[in-house]
């Protein structure tokens, strides 16, 4: 895609996963990639095999994010595109799934949740949007999941968090209509990573490139407080109404 040549691509929770997916498509558009992540092993990884850079951000840290902000902006330029991707599951994987008592909730793990989810998103968006708007525009986006628009009955408080960025991405894009950051959500339903239980893969389940050649196509020609909703292979991805039906 010509949109990345020679821009900088930012992608939190670049590790692993769709965020990992994100990164190597981008580099191999042309894009100079910058890996944020707690993972340093693996944010290496792809930094090494993307030609990127990677830096040690816990997403719920808004210092972090301005600090690491600030260091990309000094070595690979202006930050152009960012995908907020960053994001935790209640649940250990090795837990069978059930429904878990809202009232038995440990307060640290909503915590967790929220600061992850929802702290890393909001923070991200207040330490990217200057520069942006400085550059003169730019396009974000965020990686809610199919949980922010129906419920997902295993993990309750990882559906109310996706369905608060859905409310976050639909609110900016109805506040600031010609930009100058166009701000858009991917809703995939599960894809094959670490992240959903293996329990729950299926051969049409989708990949994290499957997922990220979406997240690309809203960065570069999206327009702006867009929902798109990824189900599973061979269904192609649709914007999501927020219409109440009138
Ligand atoms: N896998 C799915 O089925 C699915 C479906 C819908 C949405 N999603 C969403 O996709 C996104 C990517 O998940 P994935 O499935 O690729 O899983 P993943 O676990 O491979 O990727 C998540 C990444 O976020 C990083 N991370 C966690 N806490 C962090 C923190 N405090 N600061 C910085 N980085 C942190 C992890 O280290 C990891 O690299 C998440 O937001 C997830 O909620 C996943």
């Given at each position: 895609?010509?949109?990345?040549?020679g821009?900088?691509?930012?992608v939190?929770?670049?590790?692993?996963?769709?965020?990992?997916?994100?990164?190597?498509l981008a580099?191999?558009?042309?894009?100079?990639?910058?890996?944020?992540?707690?993972n340093?092993?693996?944010?290496?990884?792809v930094?090494r095999?993307?030609?990127?850079?990677f830096?040690?951000?816990?997403?719920?840290?808004a210092?972090?994010?301005?600090?690491?902000?600030?260091?990309?902006?000094?070595e690979?330029?202006?930050?152009?595109?960012?995908?907020?991707?960053?994001?935790?599951?209640?649940?250990p994987?090795?837990?069978a799934?059930s429904v878990?008592?809202?009232?038995d909730?440990a307060?640290?793990r909503?915590?967790?949740?929220?600061?992850v989810?929802?702290d890393?998103?909001?923070?991200g968006?207040?330490?990217?949007?200057p520069?942006?708007?400085?550059?003169?525009?730019?396009?974000?986006t965020?990686t809610?999941?199919?949980?922010?628009?129906?419920?997902?009955p295993?993990?309750?408080?990882?559906?109310?968090?996706?369905?608060?960025?859905?409310?976050?991405?639909r609110?900016l894009?109805?506040?600031?209509?010609?930009?100058p950051?166009?701000?858009?959500a991917?809703c995939?339903g599960?894809?094959t990573?670490?992240l959903?239980p293996?329990?729950?893969?299926?051969?049409?389940?989708?990949?994290p490139?499957?997922v990220?050649?979406?997240v690309?196509?809203?960065?570069?020609?999206?327009?702006?407080?867009?929902?798109?909703?990824?189900?599973?292979?061979?269904?192609?991805?649709?914007?999501?109404?927020p219409?109440?039906?009138q």
């Amino acid at each position: 895609m010509a949109a990345f040549e020679g821009q900088v691509v930012l992608v939190s929770g670049g590790a692993t996963g769709l965020g990992a997916a994100t990164a190597t498509l981008a580099a191999e558009a042309g894009a100079r990639v910058a890996i944020f992540d707690v993972n340093e092993a693996d944010g290496l990884a792809v930094a090494r095999a993307t030609g990127g850079r990677f830096w040690h951000v816990d997403v719920g840290s808004a210092d972090e994010w301005t600090a690491a902000v600030a260091a990309v902006t000094a070595e690979l330029g202006p930050i152009g595109f960012a995908h907020l991707n960053a994001g935790i599951m209640t649940r250990p994987l090795d837990v069978a799934l059930s429904v878990p008592p809202i009232e038995d909730f440990a307060l640290g793990r909503y915590e967790a949740l929220r600061r992850v989810n929802i702290d890393g998103v909001v923070f991200g968006l207040q330490a990217l949007l200057p520069g942006m708007a400085r550059r003169g525009g730019g396009a974000i986006t965020i990686t809610s999941s199919m949980g922010g628009l129906a419920p997902i009955p295993f993990d309750p408080i990882y559906s109310l968090t996706k369905h608060a960025l859905v409310g976050l991405v639909r609110s900016l894009g109805a506040a600031h209509p010609s930009g100058p950051v166009r701000i858009n959500a991917i809703c995939p339903g599960g894809f094959t990573s670490d992240l959903f239980p293996p329990q729950l893969h299926a051969p049409d389940s989708l990949t994290p490139q499957d997922v990220a050649i979406e997240v690309l196509d809203l960065l570069a020609s999206g327009a702006t407080g867009e929902t798109r909703l990824m189900l599973k292979k061979g269904v192609p991805a649709q914007a999501v109404s927020p219409s109440l039906g009138q």
